[in-house]
């Protein structure tokens, strides 16, 4: 299987990330995950709490707070990805472990 990239947008959805880290936790190996904060004027991203044993994940933050925020969060997003298989998806939309798996073994060369 390749690997695959994971890239959601947050904007102050603490309740949801805590969520989404839930569902990772039963991802299978090979898959990564880039959150990218558009600068929430609430709980940022890299402050909701992180449980042990998540796929590989990294966080960045915007630093300037605009409207229209979320498609630069996707923008910095994909331009971080270092796989060539990615998936958009927003943040309350969860991908069970099981269509992860699925979605990951339909990428193989």
Same mark, same amino acid.
Do not use: F
């Given at each position: !299987?390749? *690997?695959?990239?994971?890239?959601? =947008?947050?904007?102050?959805?603490?309740? !949801? $990330?805590?969520?989404?880290?839930? +569902? /990772?936790? &039963?991802?299978?190996?090979?898959?990564?995950?880039?959150?990218?904060?558009?600068? =929430? #004027?609430?709980?940022?991203?890299? &402050?909701? *709490?992180?449980? +042990?044993?998540?796929?590989?994940? %990294?966080?960045? #933050?915007?630093?300037? /707070?605009?409207? /229209?925020?979320?498609? !630069? @969060? %996707?923008?910095?997003? !994909?331009?971080?990805?270092?796989?060539? /298989?990615?998936?958009?998806?927003?943040?309350?939309?969860?991908?069970? @472990? +099981?269509?992860?798996?699925?979605?990951? @073994?339909?990428? $193989?060369?």
């Amino acid at each position: !299987m390749r *690997p695959l990239t994971l890239v959601y =947008s947050y904007c102050s959805q603490p309740e !949801m $990330l805590a969520r989404q880290y839930q +569902e /990772w936790l &039963a991802y299978p190996p090979g898959i990564c995950i880039i959150v990218v904060d558009d600068c =929430s #004027r609430g709980t940022a991203a890299v &402050a909701v *709490p992180r449980p +042990e044993g998540l796929p590989p994940l %990294r966080i960045y #933050r915007i630093g300037v /707070w605009k409207d /229209w925020g979320w498609p !630069m @969060a %996707r923008n910095l997003g !994909m331009s971080e990805a270092d796989n060539t /298989w990615c998936l958009l998806t927003d943040l309350d939309h969860v991908l069970s @472990a +099981e269509n992860a798996a699925k979605i990951q @073994a339909a990428s $193989l060369d």
